[in-house]
T-cell receptor
Framework: NAGVTQTPKFQVLKTGQSMTLQCAQD?????MYWYRQDPGMGLRLIYY???????DKGEVPNGYNVSRLNKREFSLRLESAAPSQTSVYFC???????????FGPGTRLTVT | RKEVEQDPGPFNVPEGATVAFNCTYS??????FFWYRQDCRKEPKLLMS???SGNEDGRFTAQLNRASQYISLLIRDSKLSDSATYLC???????????FGDGTTLTVKP
């Protein structure tokens, strides 16, 4: 099992560019999550999907959109990147929203 | 006040020491609790769940105090390899909301 996979691993964007971060899990989990982690700080929830077909805002949703494409895949889109979105982005999944989450290796994004 | 608070440390301890971290939470509706370990620039990895009755996994013991609204992690006989940042996460299952603490950094020295 690959667990949770994320692509790309690294990305550099210019201000105003758009991109989509991809996440997939092979654990048949119902819930999926997107977090960002800034240097020296904790994880902040951007969006989550408690089950296929649903998405909800987390703590810091502004500037992002998500799509739960199917049970396996949950993508995060930056429509117009800003330097404040420079961060490490982690995707996670869990059996349901009450249980432990398993994380992907992260995408390191720099916006110049 | 943050929903979940941890002492950021750093905690610097010698090998073989016992060290404990606390994590306080403000929402009494919180129902699921976990500890994660995060190594530098890596993804968080699940360390252990926290049960009301307390639970142990080798050198690690986790406890929950609902009355005072905190969870704790005790590490006995610290190893160099225990050096990492330890994150607590609190889940409000009614709201489907998970909140991570900012983490406590542990450095175990020879």
């Amino acid at each position: 099992n690959a667990g949770v996979t994320q692509t790309p691993k690294f990305q550099v964007l210019k201000t105003g560019q758009s991109m989509t971060l991809q996440c997939a899990q092979d654990m048949n989990h119902n819930s999926m999550y997107w977090y960002r982690q800034d240097p020296g700080m904790g994880l902040r929830l951007i969006y989550y999907s408690a089950s296929e077909g649903t998405t909800d805002k987390g703590e810091v949703p502004n500037g992002y959109n998500v799509s739960r494409l199917n049970k396996r895949e949950f993508s995060l889109r930056l429509e117009s990147a800003a330097p404040s979105q420079t961060s490490v982005y982690f995707c996670a999944s869990g059996r349901d929203f009450k249980t432990e989450q398993y994380f992907g290796p992260g995408t390191r994004l720099t916006v110049t | 006040r943050k929903e979940v608070e941890q002492d950021p440390g750093p905690f610097n301890v010698p090998e073989g020491a016992t060290v404990a971290f606390n994590c306080t939470y403000s929402n009494s509706a919180s129902q699921s609790f976990f500890w994660y370990r995060q190594d530098c620039r890596k993804e968080p990895k699940l360390l252990m769940s926290v049960y009301s009755s307390g639970n142990e996994d080798g050198r690690f013991t986790a406890q929950l105090n609902r009355a005072s609204q905190y969870i704790s992690l005790l590490i006995r006989d610290s190893k160099l390899s225990d050096s990492a940042t330890y994150l607590c996460v609190v889940i409000n299952t009614n709201a489907g909301k998970s909140t991570f603490g900012d983490g406590t950094t542990l450095t175990v020295k020879p």
